[in-house]
Each structure stands twice: as C-alpha cells, then as structure tokens.
C-alpha cells in the first residue's frame, strides 16, 4: 500500500522558520518527481515546489522563491521542505505528492500556522 | 504562473451531468495533455478522477470523464449522485523550467 506521511507542521512566527518530513513508502520512490501543494484554510490547492527522482530539477512557485528548499533523500525515501522567512500567507496544509499521471500519490497533510 | 480558470460553482440536480471546464492559455493547457483532475470533499486530501486529459484510474466510476478543446480542458459528470458533492480542481503538470505544475482555483459542486 502506498503512503506518503508528513510531519514537521506547527505554529511559527512570523520570521520564523520549519522543516516539513515527508516518509514514502509502497512504491519505488525513488523513480518519482515529488512535489509540496499547500492549500491555505478556506482555498484551493497550491503547487509549491517539484523536485527530480535524482533531485537535479527543482522549480519553485514563485510566492516561495527564496524562502522555501525542497530536497529529497532517496536512501531514507523522505521528501523535505525546508520553510525560512515565514509569512502569515505561508499558513496552509501542507501536502507531499507524485502528481505523475495514474501515479497520483497524496499524504494527508501537515498544518503549518504563521501566528504571532 | 497564473493559476487556471475554473468556475466558482456549479451545481446539479441527482441523476444530472454537470460540466466543469478548466481555461489556460496556448502555452499550457493548449500545449500540454497532462490535464488532471481531483476531487476533494471538506477535510480529506485531493483523489485523482482523471489523468492526461480523459483518462480514468481504476475504482473511478465512468460517469465521470474528461476532454480538451483548444486552451480548455473540462470534466463531466453524468450521472450526477449526491455523494459528487465536493470541490473539483483541475492541475496541469509540465517539465517546463517556466512552472512545474498549475492549479486551477477550484469549482465548488453541489447536488441540489
């Protein structure tokens, strides 16, 4: 069975900084792009950021250029989202998923809040 | 990377189809087939309906099915059953370095 489980989510102040963990497992991670969709309280889905199987292509949405790093290890198959200037927009569920065509694989998200 | 335009709300009696369309332009969804499309009820994470436009993953019901005209994409539903209610998006994946993927802003559907 696949999953895709994220921890790491949390309250921050505004500033501040969080690392989101994504453990895959029940497919070869490591053959898949991976990706990190928010979607804040009340709103659509938004793509944030994709990484390569072997991380040499990364693309971020440009409301994150900057402040966000995604990364990956395949050895642990764990996806990250390093998060550092964080803005009260930035609070959102925070979802790693493949996105590839029928391999269309979700975790159930994480909620990251930017509160003072 | 604007997102894709999607209609707010859409609604239809049981037993109904609905049409939901997704509109881009001639450089993504004119120029791209990876059209998917979720549907997520309140509180649950997005299920895939459809992938490359019209395609069906297994354990989908086949009252729903999907197209492309131009810089258009739309999911139908026929068929229309009150557990449909949700709200439907639709995404576009690329390898383009320009964006990886885009979203449409959702499309709330309710089964009067």
């Known amino acids: 069975e696949v999953q895709l489980v994220e921890s790491g989510g949390g309250l921050v102040k505004p500033g501040g900084s969080l690392r989101l963990s994504c453990a895959a497992s029940?497919?070869?991670?490591?053959?898949?792009?991976m990706n990190w969709v928010r979607q804040a309280p009340g709103k659509g889905l938004e793509w944030v950021s994709s990484?390569?199987?072997?991380?040499?292509?990364?693309y971020y949405a440009d409301s994150v250029k900057g402040r966000f790093t995604i990364s990956r290890d395949n050895a642990k198959n764990s996806l990250y989202l390093q998060m550092n200037s964080l803005r009260a927009e930035d609070t959102a569920v925070y979802y790693c998923?493949?996105?590839?065509?029928?391999?269309?694989?979700w975790g159930q998200g994480t909620l990251v809040t930017v509160s003072s | 990377q604007s997102a894709l335009t999607q209609p707010p709300s859409v609604s239809g009696s049981p037993g109904q189809s609905v049409t939901i369309s997704c509109t881009g332009t001639?450089?993504?969804?004119?120029?791209?087939?990876?059209v998917s499309w979720y549907q997520q009820p309140p509180g649950t994470a997005p299920k895939l309906m459809i992938y490359?436009?019209?395609n069906r993953p297994s354990g989908v019901p086949d009252r729903f099915s999907g197209s492309k005209s131009g810089n258009t994409a739309s999911l139908t539903i026929s068929g229309l059953q009150a557990e449909d209610e949700a709200d439907y998006y639709c995404?576009?994946?690329?390898?383009?370095?320009?964006?990886?993927?885009?979203f449409g802003g959702g499309t709330k559907l309710t089964v009067l």
């Open positions: 001639s450089s993504d969804v004119g120029s791209y087939n990876r």
């Open positions: 998923a493949s996105l590839k065509g029928m391999d269309d694989y």
């Open positions: 995404s576009l994946y690329t390898s383009s370095s320009t964006f990886g993927v885009v």
């Open positions: 990484i390569s199987s072997s991380s040499s292509y990364i």
């Open positions: 490359e436009v019209s």
């Open positions: 029940g497919f070869t991670f490591s053959s898949y792009s």
